[in-house]
């Protein structure tokens, strides 16, 4: 599990649209593999003020974490970055299934949502996923208890495995996000595609991926073949992560199941909502021109914003 720069900029973007503050809860210790250099230029752009010699504070740097032992240079510890980054926090914890690296909320996310939780229902402002749904065998029930912690207007940031990764239980596609998002009622939906391009410079951490933003609408074509539009995706891209951004409606917490949506045959399954996907945020700052011709998949389900 961890926290790569793609994700930290998401979030950064969900704090520039509104502050992050009050209650956050990551899930897992995640180790946060961005590069010193990359984290300043962050900071810089969404105008944070880092402690000087961040880097060499002892308090500061992460020396638990499995991916932070091993790799080459020194990683922040995730509750120095969300509570230096975000100085309006007033409570920040990790959940885990047992106190492994610290966790304070145990929960097997696994389970059914439990009395035992409830105090933790409504309770959460922010939570973060670095790649905890595509590492348990039921993230379906995972992410129903994400919904259940989140307070009304409360927000998710996720990033988790969209194709097969060496290491990953499970791969989760975009419209997974999306139509439990859309069918429960969530103010702001955002959902993205970041595929990484297929060359020798890849690395395990810090890449530069091409960002797609993901909708359910799109153009039928006669002649779509789902297995030669990914066989043509995966020439050009290897890895691929879904990111996801939402924010909670004012709803309680009745969940509602979302059908395939190839599947809807009739209005009253139609989860995507025209409304909700006007409302969506502004797009990310990323490099690149937006409008360069580069799809995926053989469909307009994916739209090219850009690269980060």
Same mark, same amino acid.
């Given at each position: ?38 984290? +300043? ?141 859309? +069918? ?82 009739? +209005?009253? +399954? ?39």
């Amino acid at each position: 599990m961890g926290l790569n720069a793609q994700g930290l900029k998401l979030i950064l973007e969900e704090d520039k649209h509104k502050k992050i503050n009050g209650r956050v809860l990551c899930l897992g210790q995640n180790t946060v593999h961005v590069k010193p250099n990359l984290l +300043q230029e962050l900071a810089d752009e969404y105008k944070k003020d880092l402690p000087s010699k961040w880097f060499e504070d002892q308090n500061h740097v992460d020396k638990e974490t499995k991916t932070a032992k091993r790799v080459e240079y020194p990683c922040i510890k995730q509750s120095s970055l969300f509570k230096i980054f975000f100085p309006d926090i007033k409570e920040f914890a990790v959940l885990d299934c047992s106190n492994y690296e610290g966790a304070s909320v145990i929960a097997d996310l696994n389970l059914p949502f439990s009395k035992e939780l409830s105090s933790q229902e409504n309770m959460w402002d922010f939570i973060f996923d670095g790649s905890v749904l595509d590492n348990i065998f039921n993230p379906t029930e995972a992410l129903i208890t994400i919904h259940r912690f989140l307070k009304p207007f409360g927000r998710v940031v996720s990033v988790n495995s969209f194709n097969f990764l060496p290491g990953a239980m499970l791969s989760i596609s975009c419209e997974w996000f999306y139509s439990f998002f859309a +069918q429960n009622n969530y103010l702001s939906n955002k959902v993205y595609l970041n595929a990484l391009r297929v060359s020798p410079e890849v690395n395990a951490y810090n890449n530069i991926f091409d960002w797609f933003i993901y909708s359910p609408v799109f153009t039928p074509k006669k002649t779509f073949d789902a297995g030669k539009a990914a066989n043509d995706t995966y020439k050009r891209y290897s890895s691929m992560n879904v990111l996801v951004a939402a924010e909670k409606g004012s709803d309680n917490n009745q969940i509602k199941f979302p059908q395939n949506l190839q599947y809807c045959f009739d +209005q009253t +399954q139609i989860w995507h909502k025209e409304e909700l996907i006007t409302k969506s945020r502004d797009l990310p700052n990323l490099y690149e021109p937006r409008s360069a011709d580069i799809e995926v998949f053989d469909s307009d389900h994916y739209k090219y914003i850009g690269r980060f």
